[in-house]
């Protein structure tokens, strides 16, 4: 059943990248994997305002070009080509050849125009694409509207991910009903600025690439840009929206009385997905939500919320069910924020740690039950300023050791 959220926005159960109208998608075995799907491909009926939002790690691998090149041109896409296995960056000018010829491939094979087809795929860095095998993979791609077909794409994009991600969510926007779905891979080198994963978005709401980018960038920076596994960026990794239009709206605009209520929707989009990457962070058994109150400012509130969930100590305590809250003042007091020291309230769930900087008395035993649960809430209160933000992450397992030690093997 749909799960209304607000008085305007409801979750579609089971919403994925296919919820919006005109889009149809396809996964595939190429063999660039030894058994899984490792290929897959989005597709708009019609052509789609685009906009994207990249890794800013210095070695952008040649698919985040590629697109780059492609969105820059008209600002519309109408498919987006992904593999997975090989991250075709550090390749040089061989990589950028191939990423060209991907695109150049998919426009073939759906008689789309060249620039209308964005490029992007993860994995291993370093290596090169077999092309024989992701020129039969794109021939063999059909893509279709069911429900087997997101699943298909959400599988080809996957590396280390133990589960797959996956969203939908509609709104009524002047009498017309907005859907957005999406689908997302990542679970490891998550330190997104923007972004260490890959995130694909479809719409069928009628607006301008232009738009449409300021509102991505502005939405990821309160939700796929306030999450962490490791701390480290990837060389790849994007979101990408596509926008058809083909609900029919009046165009939305920052003007339109209706704006506010697309922002949501996309918010609610990407916060869905950003929380299911820290959730299957590598190795990772618990998500652990921080909310910082009282800070000078929005922005000091997420910085600090994002340190304390990005700190090691504090995410190996959590692994280990210790509510160890002196992790938690370190990592707050390591930044530059605005903090009275005598002011700071703390809570780990329900239990109250620190109060005014001052250590509460608490059951360790009730402590430890709260902490050996799948979600995990640390609240923050700095007692300076009208600041708020939150932040995602996970705890630091043994086996996230054991997964990157032999990533290539």
Known sequence: MPL???????????????????????????????????????????????????????????????????????????AVVVNSACANACTGDRGYMDALKMRSLTSEKFNIK?????????????????????????????????NSDAVDFQTAILTTDIVMKSCGYTASINGRTITIGGAAKGSGMIHPNMATMLGFLTTDAAISSENLSAALKNVTTNTFNQITVDGDTSTNDMVLVMANGMAENHPLTPDHPEWETFIELLTKAC??????????????????????????????????????????????????????????????????????????????????????????????????GYLNQPFIKILVDLHVGNGEGKAWGCDLSYNYVKINASYRS
């Open 4 to 78: 209304l959220l607000t008085n305007k926005i409801v979750e579609i159960e089971n919403g994925n990248i296919l919820s919006p109208q005109g889009f149809t998608t396809a996964g595939v075995h190429a063999g660039l994997r030894y058994a899984k799907k490792d290929l897959g491909v989005i597709i708009s009926e019609i052509p789609a305002s685009s906009a994207a939002v990249y890794t800013t790690n210095q070695f952008q691998a040649a698919p985040l070009k590629v697109t780059q090149e492609s969105i820059a041109s008209e600002g519309f896409l109408q």
């Open 271 to 368: 916060e869905k997905l950003a929380k299911q990457i820290a959730m299957d962070g590598e190795g990772a058994t618990k998500l652990v939500e921080v909310e910082v109150l009282g800070a000078k400012d929005h922005e000091e509130a997420k910085f600090i919320a994002k340190q304390i969930v990005g700190s090691n100590l504090v995410k190996t305590a959590i692994f280990g069910a210790d509510a160890n809250w002196g992790r938690i003042i370190g990592a707050i007091g390591q930044t530059n924020a605005l903090i009275n020291p005598h002011r700071v309230d703390i809570a780990i769930g329900p239990i109250q740690m620190l109060k005014n900087s001052v250590p509460c008395v608490f059951s360790e035993n009730e402590a430890r």
């Open 114 to 146: 060249e620039h209308y087809v964005a490029v992007a795929s993860t994995g291993v860095i370093g290596e090169y694409l077999d092309m024989d095998k992701i020129t039969n993979g794109i021939e063999s791609l059909s893509p279709g509207k069911l």
